[in-house]
């Protein structure tokens, strides 16, 4: 039996699943975690991303942070490249971080979904609210993965 496909989910209820699944989570500096959601799909919006890649964006921490099972993606009325891209900025548990660059090059749109979640967790007024180990960690593991991604030291549109 073949599947019958179905119209992928508007992007508010992309939206509006992503806040549910991450309802009372934070971020390091204490943030709700929507607002990184929110930051990212506005970042991809901004940098000319089409509505699979920002409905991605929505979505792009929801199974790694284990908020949304696998299944769950694959059974989602979201199209197969929106489902594409969140698989690959997925970041596996050990996986080596030539890997996962390696998974999101060869993945088309997910790029610019990476690209735009790196922008804001590199985002200096987020960063600064941190301790200084924690900001030295993750400015250099978010440098390491723009070099490996080949992005540079170019922060976006919004200058971040």
């Known amino acids: 039996m073949t599947e019958t496909p179905r119209t992928p989910l508007p992007l508010a209820e992309v939206e509006a699943v992503a806040r549910a699944a991450h309802a009372g989570r934070t971020d390091k500096a204490g943030r709700p975690y929507a607002e990184h959601l929110r930051a990212v799909a506005e970042g991809v919006a901004a940098r000319g991303g089409d509505e699979a890649q920002i409905a991605a964006a929505w979505l792009h921490d929801a199974v790694e942070d284990g908020v949304l099972?696998?299944?769950?993606?694959?059974?989602?009325?979201?199209?197969?490249?929106?489902?594409?891209?969140?698989?690959?900025?997925?970041?596996?548990?050990?996986?080596?971080?030539?890997?996962?660059?390696?998974?999101?090059?060869?993945?088309?749109?997910a790029l610019l979904v990476k690209e735009a979640d790196l922008a804001h967790n590199a985002d200096p007024a987020r960063l600064a609210v941190l301790d200084g180990a924690t900001r030295t960690r993750l400015t250099e593991k978010y440098a390491r993965m723009r070099a490996l991604l080949g992005l540079g030291d170019v922060r976006g549109p919004e200058g971040v």
């Open 69 to 109: 099972c696998e299944r769950w993606l694959r059974e989602a009325a979201l199209s197969r490249r929106t489902k594409d891209i969140v698989l690959a900025v997925t970041r596996r548990a050990g996986e080596p971080p030539e890997a996962y660059a390696a998974r999101i090059l060869a993945t088309p749109g």
